[in-house]
């Protein structure tokens, strides 16, 4: 790298391997093995980035690959024709907030290896969670498990060699209703496939599918004949998996440094959370405090390094309702006067590592276990298990469907109501949180989802809540 | 790289692979390519990078089982794990009650889509044409964020059932978000030939827009009637392809067309077809199982008329043949129809404007997503360029909205619609639409 010009390089190989079984109404349904392997390399060359990677996994593609990257850069630093007579603004070279070069090896600590699990054995699971899901309307029973095993050298010409094996697993059920033009579907543990995490299989084993399956089934059926959700301002409870998802869109993208500073415009938008907002903003109420945190056990954005060799740490996001922190990397946290907070990953060998979310936790309150809040909370609504989710290209107006909704009636369940909504703007929203449960209900869940870059990357990242209450809340929209 | 070459080699190891399997059937699907990518933004670039890539798919069936296992290299270490995968997955799974065999060979027309000089386009080259984009910023006094994509690549099928096919192409997308001060424009360009896009024309095009949005006013939420310019009708094409014209849907129940073939599922302006043999999209020639593409209408004049196939599930749904709409076998969706087109009419853009009392113009939409599938509801946000319009004119911007609509039921209410269409990102052919009365029930600060 240093031959080809670069002041900064570094190499990540990289194997994955990801494994998905779907099951329906009793029989497996599509069962398939991913296996991907090659290396990227990254340089900056006249202060610019270059990238290039290849799946050729031999010694004789190093040089080629490191000269594409060198060209690329090279293509960045200068001023393109068209701008050249336009007095180009000066390109400020890249500079890179300092880390210690670290060597070491991390693996997700876990107790069962997935890929491990014969096949067998995962079909007779899911197999039967569908088998238990009934009902005169269910015309799909479903379940669900994912494994992915990312096995990864890096090493950077500042010295860093690190290797790494982080093992994410999950899984889930869902039942579909369908009469009379309508359609519900109820999820447990969570929708879109379940629930993730870093670990090994007894984190599946644990969901207990089976058990959960006839109430499951049961809860589609009643939607059907529910009536839809009230339209109005209400006091709203959320439940964790919501909440993951509320806390993803509404804090977890708007924190994204290189998006504050534009990189993300054209594609999926920028962030009302601007740098001048740093340390000064009021992003909610008092009882809304949030972290970046990649060391938290079972996070699927827990690992020993980001994909610059940044150690994990936990960074402070919202104290007290404060904005105090993004996530950043080496190029983008010195725009802000500070040190990367290792949030760089990439969803394979064959992609550059962008800023993601790692574990964007909202921490637990003191408002004890979910049913101490519903206790607590004479008159709203209870929402839970996403359905849908949008929000715009600054983040501040969202709008977010949930699959089940409960009237919360003296402090009491009541009527189940479906095609649940509710919308509103960022601070506003989290502004009006008044209780956040206990570390007693705080869990963490996992989004093996969450799309950003292009190319276009998938990352799967965790979030740590615990349900909350927010007050008058615009709810019901409908078309 | 020569494509027939590759197009050879691919056949080859492909059926090389094939003949070594022990399974009943064994289909091999390989892809190889790379992409480049140049990205922008305020005026300068911050991400360039290029890949090359290898996708190997491999479906195997013994004894009706059924087994699936994907590899990056065509290398013979991996190819064969990929088979050995694919073998005990089939072992594991249970027998395909109608499983139909793997679908027999058809002839693949041949489509030039390749393009030797988009193949060849140097990051230079990529740089200069963001530059030309960010020049025409710059005479705006705007900044301009956008990326410059080239990716060319070769898919080849082959089969034991005897499908030998194989395809290439090249595909150059370029788009651009132009900021000037807090007003935002968007425009972009998609084309097999690089020699096709402007990068000035689409710089100009976003930048004219982002001057003339700033300064945008609050308007309330409501219903409005509204034009739709192609990247917006192309977003809710893309959404239809999704939850409406997926032959598995479809045959679940979950599609709003299910059980009403046949049937008015809007309105008698509407027709949408799906051709990825058209050369006014990005051409395919051939599908993950090697089938041959083919024009499918999906619903013409209002009424639904078909759905997206691959073999098994054509035969499922009793059609002789697949609609050549097949996925990756290792994607569980199986088959959408990706090339979607959607008549024109006999207005412009400009008279569509012209014609309206009162109303938005809107140039895009984002976050698009799903809250009722059977129903067709979406919501999203409008982006870069929202206006409204009074007495046939273009009265000034106005702050972003959120739209929560069925969108099958507003199509039912179009009263105008362009002659022109234009190629969006999808890719998809849409032309400039007006709607009457669509729903907005939010507002946001932007």
């Known amino acids: ?37 090659g290396f990227g390399v990254r340089v900056i060359v006249d202060g610019a980035w270059g990238f290039f990677g290849t799946h050729r996994l031999e010694e004789s593609a190093l040089e080629p690959a490191v000269r594409q990257a060198a060209a690329i850069a090279r293509a960045s630093a200068r001023p393109p024709q068209a701008t050249r007579a336009a007095r180009a603004r000066a390109r400020e070279p890249v500079v890179l907030a300092p880390v210690e070069p670290a060597r070491g090896f991390y693996e997700t600590p876990h107790e069962v290896d997935p890929f491990q699990v014969p096949l067998e054995e995962k079909l007779a699971l899911l197999e039967a969670a ?16 994912s494994s992915y095993l990312a096995h990864q050298h890096f090493a950077s010409t500042e010295g860093a060699r690190l290797e790494q094996r982080i093992l994410q697993c999950g899984g889930g059920i869902a039942a579909t209703a369908i009469a009379g033009g309508d359609m519900q579907v109820r999820s447990y543990p969570n929708s879109f496939r379940g629930n993730f995490a870093t670990g090994g299989w007894e984190f599946v084993r644990a969901m207990r599918l089976g058990e959960e399956a006839p109430r499951v089934a049961d809860e589609a059926e009643a939607l059907l004949a529910a009536p839809p959700c009230p339209q109005g301002r209400r006091t709203i409870v959320l439940d964790g998996g919501q909440l993951a998802l509320q806390v993803h869109e509404s804090c977890g993208h708007p924190i994204e440094l290189d998006r504050v500073l534009g990189m993300e415009l054209s594609y999926a938008g920028d962030s009302f959370l601007t740098t001048d907002k740093l340390g000064a903003f009021q992003y909610g109420s008092p009882a809304v405090n949030i972290v970046a945190d990649t060391t938290v056990r079972g996070g699927l954005g827990t690992f020993g390094w980001d994909d610059e060799g940044v150690p994990a740490q936990r960074t402070p996001i919202v104290e007290a309702g404060r904005f105090v922190g993004y996530l950043t990397s080496r190029e983008t946290a010195p725009a802000v006067g500070r040190t990367s907070s290792g949030a760089m990953r990439a969803s394979g060998w064959h ?36 359905k849908s989710w949008s929000i715009d290209n600054k983040r501040l107006n969202f709008q977010f469907g949930t699959e089940m909704c409960r009237e919360i009636k003296g402090g009491k369940f009541g009527a189940i109501y479906k095609n649940a909504t509710y919308t509103g703007l960022t601070p506003e929203f989290w502004g009006s949180c008044d209780a956040v449960c206990g570390p007693e209900a705080w869990q963490l869940w996992g989004t093996p989802n969450c799309g950003k870059g292009e190319p276009s990357q998938t990352a799967r990242v965790g979030h740590g809540t615990a349900p909350a209450r927010f007050q008058s809340v615009q709810v019901g929209v409908r078309a | 790289m020569n494509p027939a070459e590759r197009e050879a080699r691919l056949l080859e190891v492909g059926s090389d692979l094939v003949r070594r399997s022990p399974a009943d ?10 992409s480049l990518l140049t990205r922008f933004s305020r005026n300068l670039i911050h991400q360039n990078v290029g890949t090359e890539e290898v996708w190997a798919g491999v479906r195997v069936v013994t004894a009706k089982r059924v087994g699936v296992a994907t590899a990056s290299s065509l290398r013979e270490e991996a190819l064969r794990g990929a088979l050995e995968e694919a073998m005990a997955i089939a072992k594991a799974s249970e027998p395909v009650a109608d499983w139909p065999g793997l679908p027999p060979p058809r002839p693949v027309e041949k489509i030039a889509s390749y393009d030797a000089a988009t193949a060849e386009m140097s990051a230079d080259v990529r740089a200069d044409l963001a530059g030309e984009i960010i020049a025409a910023a710059r005479a705006k006094r705007a900044e301009a964020a956008g990326a410059v994509e080239i990716e060319e ?28 001060e807090d007003g935002s424009g968007y425009a972009e360009g998609l084309s097999t030939h690089a020699a096709d896009l402007k990068g000035r ?27 739709l310019e192609p990247p917006a009708v192309g977003e809710w094409l893309e959404y239809l392809s999704y939850i409406a014209f997926s032959g598995k849907n479809f045959a679940e129940g979950r599609s709003p067309l299910s059980g009403k073939l046949g049937e008015r599922v809007t309105g008698p302006d509407v027709t949408i077809w799906d051709n990825a043999l058209s050369p006014r999209t990005i051409p395919q020639a051939l599908d993950y199982e090697g089938m041959p593409k083919e024009r499918l209408t999906l619903i013409s004049c209002g009424v639904a008329k078909a759905v997206g196939t691959n073999f098994h599930r054509a035969r499922r749904l009793r059609k002789r043949r697949s609609s050549g709409s097949a996925l990756p076998s290792s994607v569980s969706y199986e088959c959408l129809p990706l090339h979607l087109f959607m008549k024109g009419g006999t207005s412009s853009a400009e008279r569509l404007v012209k014609d309206t009392k009162r109303g938005l113009l809107v140039t895009r939409f984002h976050y698009t997503n799903i809250l009722d599938p059977l129903k067709t509801v979406l919501t999203g946000m409008t982006r870069d360029g929202t206006f409204l319009v009074e007495n046939g004119e273009v009265v000034g911007p106005v702050r972003n909205l959120r739209y929560t609509e069925n969108v099958l039921e507003a199509l039912g209410r179009i009263d105008g619609l362009s002659r022109r269409v234009a190629l969006v990102r999808g890719p998809m052919v849409a032309p400039t639409v007006r709607i009457r009365q669509v729903q907005f029930t939010g507002a946001t600060e932007f």
Do not use: W
């Open chain 2, 201 to 227: 024309a689409i710089g100009r095009r976003a930048a004219a827009k982002a001057a003339e949005s700033r300064r945008p006013r609050a308007i309330e939420p409501g219903r409005y009637d509204v034009i």
């Open chain 2, 153 to 180: 690549s070769t898919l080849a099928v082959i089969s034991s059932r005897g499908v030998a096919a194989a395809h290439s192409h090249t595909r150059v997308q370029v788009h651009t978000v132009v900021t000037c």
């Open chain 1, 1 to 37: 790298m240093r031959q080809a010009g670069a002041s900064y390089g570094d190499i990540r190989i990289r194997e994955d391997r990801k494994e998905h079984v779907n099951v329906q109404n009793g029989r497996p349904e599509h069962i398939a093995v991913d296996r991907s392997a």
């Open chain 2, 25 to 34: 059937e064994t289909e091999v699907a390989l892809s190889e390519g790379t």
């Open chain 1, 130 to 145: 569908t088998r238990a899901m009934r009902g005169p309307n269910l015309k799909l029973a479903q379940a669900f498990a």
């Open chain 1, 351 to 386: 992609r550059i590592p962008l800023i993601r979310m790692t574990n964007v936790n909202l921490l637990p309150g003191s408002a004890g276990r979910l049913e101490d809040l519903l206790a607590a909370t004479d008159d709203g609504l209870y929402l839970a298990t996403n």
